[in-house]
């Protein structure tokens, strides 16, 4: 581990992935005669292994083959998937992470492998040699996922609950309770500027990459929580894991019921009136004393409108709520803050989106099992699959890619030997 603190990659593990490499598509380019008489003689040669006498049909010899290309196919994709586990973990990469790669890198060489076949004379691309493959990838990747646990780098008692640096940004290492009295805290404070709370997930962390004003929001925020399952895959990963996942739809009830309890006022700013009037009427009856002072839905696109934006911030000021809710889509909800922010008359503000609908039963979370697997997002792309598909399976994909640019600082800000930077994006962002 030493190693990838110090950003030197082992390059001698990924050696016998190349061999592996060369000997799949040593096959693979072979003619489909010469192709097919490597398989006759494998599958004699096994034949009479195993105690077989006699001659064999032309009928039996082509299940004998077709078994046998199976065979070959699932063990050479089988023995790939182990050595880029190999490969992983001497990199210091392992559990989720290591399975993406290993799928994902195997998906690739295997449907490179199909689609080679198709220029040799005498050969085909077969899916279902892709699904083979696949088969063997995954196998592998389960058993290697499940071989041994994370274990943790020392992380220094002093650093705990602080601010470390995480991939591109940076998070506050607290547990959820921890996040609630914070919240709590500054909904108490007396001071000239609004606090802000930001919950990054994975469109966050590639935002963080070309939005130049969202690079700022995240400088300034007050408080920096996990709300994403591929940021604690990662954590876990490098074995630098992150306390907790920390997510707004949880964080809202909770800070629904210490409002009312201790008296604290709730402003709403969402993108829909009736969602703002639901919250109204189902919130107080299920959080007796909560003091709801206000709510404001604003006009689509309000955010390029002076006007707007004006008549937007008269009304949350005119309240001058203790918690500001925002829920009008993300990074217009944090960058509505982030500008306003010294003009906001409101103690903290919470821009955790589609909390809101959550708690009033607009829309419905994950079953808890779900939740706990980390398969929240596949249940909302089940529920929207035309508008969430590219960022799922798009857009937020290129976190895994991005893990490995920041490898180095994630664990170095866990265990603290590294400098603790908030580093200079500008020039990625003009």
């Known amino acids: 581990m030493e190693r990838t603190q110090h950003q ?25 005669e010469e192709s097919l008489q490597t398989s006759e003689s494998m599958g004699l040669g096994m034949y009479q ?14 299940v004998v083959n077709l078994l046998v290309r199976a065979a070959a196919h699932f063990a050479e994709y089988a023995v790939l998937a182990v050595c880029l586990a190999w490969a992983g973990t001497r990199n210091g990469i392992r559990r989720q992470l290591r399975a993406v790669y290993m799928c994902g890198l195997s998906f690739i060489i295997a449907v490179l492998d ?11 691309g077969d899916p279902l040699d892709l699904a083979v493959d696949m088969v063997a990838v995954l196998i592998v990747s389960v058993l290697v996922y499940k071989l041994r646990g994370p274990r943790r780098l020392e992380r220094p008692k002093e650093l705990e609950g602080c601010r470390r640096d995480f991939l591109n940004l940076q998070l506050d290492d607290v547990s959820f309770a921890e996040a609630v009295d914070r919240i709590m805290a500054f909904a108490a404070e007396d001071q000239e500027r609004c606090r802000i709370l930001v919950t990054p997930n994975a469109d966050h ?61 709730i402003f709403f700013f969402a993108a829909s009136k009736e969602l703002i009037a639901k919250a109204k009427e189902k919130l107080p009856k299920e959080y007796p004393g909560l003091n709801i002072v206000g709510g404001y839905s604003p006009p689509m696109h309000f955010e390029d409108k002076p006007s707007e934006v004006e008549k937007a911030l008269v009304r949350i000021n005119k309240a001058k709520p203790d918690i500001l809710v925002v829920g009008v889509g993300s990074p217009k909800s944090e960058k509505f803050l982030y500008r306003l922010r010294e003009r906001l008359q409101c103690r903290v503000a919470l821009p955790i989106g589609a909390a809101i609908a959550f708690a009033v039963g607009e829309q419905q979370r994950a079953p808890e099992w779900m939740r706990k697997k980390g398969l929240e997002w596949f249940y909302r792309f089940l529920q929207e699959p035309g508008r969430m598909f590219r960022r799922y399976f798009v857009q937020d994909m290129k ?14 800000g866990y265990t603290g030997k590294g400098k603790h930077e908030d580093r200079d994006r500008s020039d990625k962002s003009e």
């Open 8 to 32: 030197k990659w082992n390059m001698l593990s990924f050696l016998p992935t190349v061999l592996v490499l060369v000997l799949i598509f040593y096959f693979s380019l072979q003619p489909g």
């Open 49 to 62: 292994l195993v105690g077989g006498t006699g001659t064999l049909s032309q009928a039996q010899l082509d």
């Open 114 to 124: 199909e689609f080679v076949q198709i220029f040799v004379p005498g050969r085909y």
């Open 205 to 265: 962390v590639m935002l963080q990459e070309t939005d130049k004003e969202f690079v700022k929001v995240y400088r300034e925020a007050d408080l920096i929580t996990t709300d994403g399952t591929p940021l604690m895959w990662i954590g876990d990963s490098f074995n630098c894991p992150i306390r907790e996942k920390v997510t707004g739809s949880d964080l809202l009830p909770a800070v629904c019921k210490r409002a009312a309890e201790e008296g604290r006022s």
């Open 399 to 412: 976190i895994f890619l991005l893990a490995l640019r920041y490898r180095d600082r994630t664990i170095m």
